[in-house]
């Protein structure tokens, strides 16, 4: 049975910084791209940041330069690390197994993130 398990989450003032992580299970972790979405209300789910299994990275616009993924293979996570929070950075972030040769497509529950002003 696939599990992601993300945690991290939390309420955070503007220009302040969080981490998420997300353990997986019932995977080949090390053989599956990895990623972090988010959903803010009304809005549509976006991509934030990607993550192949070598490690090669992709990121949405509006957190260029401020998000970082990354992953440990040895402990089956992948994390991100977000610096210079904004308001507009709110929404619940989901971790997702990229459907590809190795998995289909699993999402975890999420977590929420709440930047103020």
């Known amino acids: 049975q696939v599990k992601l398990v993300e945690s991290g989450g939390g309420l955070v003032q503007a220009g302040g910084s969080l981490r998420l992580s997300c353990a997986a299970s019932?995977?080949?972790?090390?053989?599956?791209?990895m990623g972090w979405y988010r959903q803010a209300p009304g809005k549509q789910r976006e991509l934030v940041a990607h993550?192949?299994?070598?490690?090669?990275?992709t990121y949405g616009d509006p957190v260029k330069g401020r998000f970082t993924i990354s992953r440990d293979n040895a402990k089956n996570t992948v994390s991100l690390q977000m610096n210079s929070l904004k308001p507009e950075d709110t929404a619940v972030y989901y971790c997702?197994?990229?459907?590809?040769?190795?998995?289909?497509?699993?999402w975890g529950q999420g977590t929420q993130v709440t930047v103020s002003s």
């Open positions: 997702r197994v990229v459907p590809g040769l190795y998995s289909q497509d699993y």
């Open positions: 019932g995977i080949a972790f090390r053989l599956n791209a």
């Open positions: 993550i192949t299994s070598n490690g090669a990275t």
